[in-house]
């Protein structure tokens, strides 16, 4: 435990100051020295039409979400009153904004803003939480119950589901509002019946219920790693006696099970696992990674599991920079079955290969 603490440790330090640094930042890519200069230019000129057109910058998008997440992870295992200070000025600085939820997206810091409330008590933080909730029961839903990714479209994108489910269920719990628990349940069981692949038991990138039509490929990884942090971050809000605890445990025990099958020998995952030769992807093995190991914690994986985290975790350490970048992960989506293959620094690799590397020095100090 010691010498797995001890390489860890140092890299960890810089990956928890760098995703300090960029939180308040991102999209602005000033500071940000792991990107290449190419994939700046193309998110500056990104951000450039966006102005032009008349759309501002969102600072609190999913993206900055996974950072956030990262760091309330770090704060739970280090107590530095230094990030705790960060995730109060993000989230400080987008109430002085308006806090406006202008997509899904956004609801995704509902669940760090929680964690947030819950130490620092600020009514403003409960009015942007409440915010959330307004949105979410105001979203147009299908007759399964389940939000479409966006307003004006009716399709079921597997994202939502990492982004939303976890936040109701823990605003289920702490305030006692079961229907939002069961709000996420529908969200996760839904898709599992319409938009997975019955034969190689993998998502796709979503579906449209109305139509009985899935969209995207099979075996997208990063599709894979949103609906098990669906579960994995959602588990432990949800009764013990809810009639539908079996149906989540035994999706996310199979996901497990089938993935650790496609792990490479130096513990990474591919982009898409379906095809044999696609280049690693460290964006989506933090995410595959970090719900394993919440699974193990939560007694829903065993123990054996440990060796394939691990496993991953070297591989990320070895992808991570001196000052702290984790690099080598794969660039945005665009859409059903348009996923670039440009590869880089992102702010969904950092965020949770942070969550990640603090849940397993939290766990190795319980177990010393």
């Not at 940000?32 to 759309?55: C, D, F, P």
């Not at 200070?85 to 810091?109: A, L, P, Q, R, T």
């Not at 982004?163 to 006692?176: H, R, W």
């Not at 079955?337 to 942070?354: D, E």
């Amino acid at each position: 435990m010691d010498q797995h603490k001890s390489v860890i440790v140092p890299k960890y330090q810089n990956i928890c100051m760098a995703t300090s640094n960029v939180v308040l930042k991102y999209p602005k890519m000033s500071g940000v020295g792991a990107v290449s200069v190419k994939e700046k230019t193309k998110i500056i000129i990104k951000n450039a039409l966006k102005y032009i057109s008349g759309v501002k910058k969102d600072r609190f998008n999913w993206s900055n979400a996974h950072m956030i997440i990262g760091l309330q992870n770090a704060y739970e295992y280090n107590k530095d009153p230094s990030v705790i200070d960060v995730i109060e000025k993000y989230y400080d600085h987008w109430h002085h904004f308006g806090s406006k939820i202008n997509v899904i997206d956004n609801v995704m810091n509902g669940y760090s803003l929680l964690y947030l409330y819950d130490i620092k008590n600020k009514s403003s933080y409960l009015k942007m939480i409440n915010k959330m909730i307004s949105y979410i029961d105001n979203s147009p839903k299908d007759k399964l119950n389940s939000l479409p990714y966006r307003m004006r479209c009716p399709d079921i994108y597997i994202d939502s589901l990492g982004m939303i489910c976890p936040f109701l269920c823990k605003y289920s719990s702490i305030f006692n509002k079961p229907q939002y628990s069961e709000l996420a349940i529908d969200q996760i069981l839904s898709f599992h019946e319409y938009g997975f692949d019955k034969k190689s038991g993998l998502p796709y990138h979503g579906y449209y219920f109305g139509k009985s039509e899935k969209y995207g490929i099979i075996g997208w990884v990063c599709a894979i790693g949103w609906i098990m942090i669906s579960f994995s971050d959602s588990r432990e809000y949800i009764s013990i006696d809810n009639i539908r605890q079996d149906q989540l445990v035994e999706l996310f025990t199979n996901l497990s099970n089938t993935m650790i099958q496609y792990q490479k020998g130096n513990g990474a995952f591919s982009w898409q696992i379906t095809v044999v030769g696609r280049p690693d992807d460290i964006s989506v093995t933090c995410m595959i990674t970090y719900s394993i190991l919440k699974g193990i914690k939560l007694n829903v994986l065993p123990q054996l599991f440990m060796s394939n985290v691990n496993r991953a975790t070297y591989y990320l350490l070895s992808g991570t920079s001196d000052d702290g970048f984790v690099n080598n992960c794969s660039a945005e989506r665009e859409g059903f079955s348009r996923y670039p293959q440009r590869y880089g620094w992102y702010p969904w690799g950092q965020g949770y290969t942070l969550a990640l590397l603090s849940n397993i020095l939290i766990t190795e100090d319980v177990s010393a």
